[in-house]
Nanobody, 127 residues
Framework: QVQVVESGGGLVQTGGSLRLSCTAS????????MGWFRQAPGKEREGVSC????????YYADSVKGRFTISRDNAKNTLYLQMNSLKSEDTAMYYC????????????????????WGEGTLVTVSS
């Protein structure tokens, strides 16, 4: 049984930082592209950042480029999202998902489905 679990969300002031983590079990982690998605109230889900199985190919949404960094540790079955210079518009539920062997842009754009999802961790940025 595949389990994807996010952690690290919380309340932070504008300009602050948070680091999200995601652990995945029940799958061969380094066979899967991974991604971070977010959904704010009243808005559609957005692909924030996705990374291929080896970490050599990374996609970022324009809204987070230069502020967020995705990384993975295949030995620990863990995905990370370092979020710096946070803005109020970053407030959302953040979800981690596991895809397959396709390129990260295909997953983050929604062209390809991610079959495994976590339940999310809430990030709230206050001014």
């Amino acid at each position: 049984q595949v389990q994807v679990v996010e952690s690290g969300g919380g309340l932070v002031q504008t300009g602050g930082s948070l680091r999200l983590s995601c652990t995945a079990s029940g799958l061969t982690f380094d066979n899967y592209a991974m991604g971070w998605f977010r959904q704010a109230p009243g808005k559609e889900r957005e692909g924030v950042s996705c990374i291929n199985w080896s970490g050599s190919d990374i996609y970022y949404a324009d809204s987070v480029k230069g502020r967020f960094t995705i990384s993975r540790d295949n030995a620990k079955n863990t995905l990370y999202l370092q979020m710096n210079s946070l803005k109020s518009e970053d407030t959302a539920m953040y979800y981690c998902a596991a895809g397959g062997r396709a390129g990260p842009v295909l997953y983050c754009s929604g062209s390809y489905d991610m079959p495994y999802w976590g339940e999310g961790t809430l990030v709230t940025v206050s001014s």
